[in-house]
């Protein structure tokens, strides 16, 4: 046994431990907060593969995907074992996950390593083909990482958070070390020499079009097979650091291979792939980027319970897959689950007051006590009915797959 207390220390919105029993509760409250529906048979279950499947919108497609489409499948992620540190909260995650799968009867196989390796990729295929009858009818793609190394050259790519063309500076909301909010000015510089290029590589649609290939020559992809990459454009105020940046780059990037995967599968399988706008959320990803963590606490000021959380988001996108709703295509083919969040009045509201936003009147014009405690359940912390004073077991086993 490994039980000890785990407390919340942090270095600004980074935690040092995340709490399992915290994360657990999370799990399971996203869980219930998708709308059943009756279940076609498990041996008629669609297969679903979910690349990036422990954090934010990717936990939230598998939860989801399990809940109310019924998956089996392959969820994969990248997270730490507990060793001297607690583990990742992906992993505590990821552990509550399979075990609510289980319970509910779906045959979900959890595997932790480099989606960007072809070795990953290779057993991945080999549990599709001996497990799952050799046919994959679902991929959600979702990932979000600072470095990629090409499995064909070896070479590592970073990607990196500039504007393009000139710095950018901007308000963002920091909280000093007593937890008082403070407004101040960042200045970012512009994208130099290769940065475009290098996020490109990492966060474009260089890998989903790595995986789609890999699967399709092993001839797994099941007739009528969709994919499906999570993205975001997010608001005019915060566009120069990420729509009309390094990462705005990488986003288009990954649209277009969206239509060139769409065009390839409909040829091959009457297969589909298309890119998903999601709305904004606090996640680990969200919060390295200035300017974000101001707007998203404005955005909930103005919007309050109107903001539209992940699982809800991704239940809508699992009804649009399945054909249960008919899928929401803009002009350019992305399905928008984000329309809630950018309609001209919750913007101009908004933006009305980014503009007017002080030390001194932040607290009344942004919730920030949700945007708290959105932060800190990142890490399975301020989570209602847990007890942060007693002992919790921190050395929980990767699942393993049923036999």
């Known amino acids: 046994m490994t039980e000890r207390i785990v407390s919340s220390r942090s270095r600004g919105f980074l935690f040092l431990d995340s709490h399992p029993a915290g994360c657990t509760r999370l799990v399971d409250d996203m869980w219930q907060a998708v709308p059943e529906r009756v279940q076609d048979s498990a041996d008629e279950a669609p297969v679903a593969l979910v690349i990036g499947s422990s954090a934010g919108y990717g936990l939230a497609a598998t939860i989801?995907?399990?809940?109310?489409?019924?998956?089996?499948?392959?969820?994969?992620?990248?997270?730490?074992?507990?060793?001297?540190?607690?583990?990742?909260?992906g992993w505590y995650r990821t552990a509550a996950t399979a075990e609510l799968a289980a319970k509910?009867?779906?045959?979900?196989?959890?595997?932790?390593?480099?989606?960007?390796?072809?070795?990953?990729?290779d057993e991945v295929a080999d549990l599709l083909d001996k497990r799952f009858g050799g046919r994959l009818d679902y991929l959600v793609y979702s990932v979000a990482a600072p470095?990629?190394?090409?499995?064909?050259?070896?070479?590592?790519?970073?990607?990196?958070?500039?504007p393009i063309g000139e710095a950018y500076r901007t308000k963002t909301l920091v909280f000093d070390g007593e937890g008082v909010p403070e407004i101040t000015t960042v200045e970012t510089g512009p994208a130099e020499g290769d940065d475009i290029q290098q996020t490109v590589a990492v966060m474009g649609g260089r890998d989903w079009a790595r995986w789609i290939g890999h699967l399709a020559g092993r001839d797994l992809l099941a007739q009528g097979f969709?994919?499906?990459?999570?993205?975001y454009i997010g608001s005019p105020l915060t566009a120069a650091i990420y729509r009309q940046g390094t990462i705005g780059a990488a986003k288009a990037h990954l649209e277009q291979t969206a239509r060139d995967l769409n065009d390839r599968l409909a040829k091959e399988v009457d297969g589909r792939a298309l890119t998903s706008v999601n709305g904004a959320a606090v996640t680990q990803s969200s919060t390295a980027i200035p300017g974000i963590a101001l707007y998203v606490g404005?955005?909930?000021?103005?919007?309050?319970?109107?903001?539209?959380?992940?699982?809800?988001q991704l239940t809508q996108l699992w009804d649009q897959l399945t054909g249960i709703t008919p899928l929401d295509?803009?002009?350019?083919?992305?399905?928008?689950?984000?329309?809630?969040?950018?309609?001209?009045?919750?913007?101009?509201?908004?933006?009305?007051?980014?503009?007017?936003?002080?030390?001194?009147?932040?607290?009344?014009?942004?919730?920030?006590?949700?945007?708290?405690?959105?932060?800190?359940?990142?890490?399975?912390?301020?989570?209602?009915g847990i007890d942060y004073a007693a002992p919790v077991e921190t050395d929980v086993p990767w699942p393993r797959p049923t036999t």
Do not use: C, H
């Open 329 to 384: 295509i803009d002009d350019e083919g992305r399905v928008r689950l984000d329309t809630w969040e950018l309609t001209p009045a919750v913007q101009e509201a908004v933006a009305e007051r980014w503009q007017t936003a002080t030390t001194e009147n932040i607290p009344a014009l942004a919730d920030l006590d949700w945007f708290t405690v959105q932060v800190r359940q990142l890490y399975g912390f301020a989570v209602p």
């Open 147 to 162: 470095r990629r190394t090409d499995p064909e050259t070896g070479v590592t790519y970073a990607s990196v958070l500039k």
């Open 298 to 312: 404005l955005l909930r000021g103005v919007l309050d319970d109107a903001m539209v959380p992940p699982i809800d």
């Open 64 to 89: 989801a995907g399990l809940a109310r489409a019924g998956i089996r499948g392959i969820g994969v992620s990248f997270e730490k074992a507990p060793a001297r540190r607690t583990g990742t909260a």
């Open 104 to 121: 509910a009867g779906r045959d979900f196989v959890f595997l932790n390593g480099d989606a960007f390796s072809d070795a990953l990729k």
């Open 226 to 231: 969709k994919t499906v990459a999570l993205s």
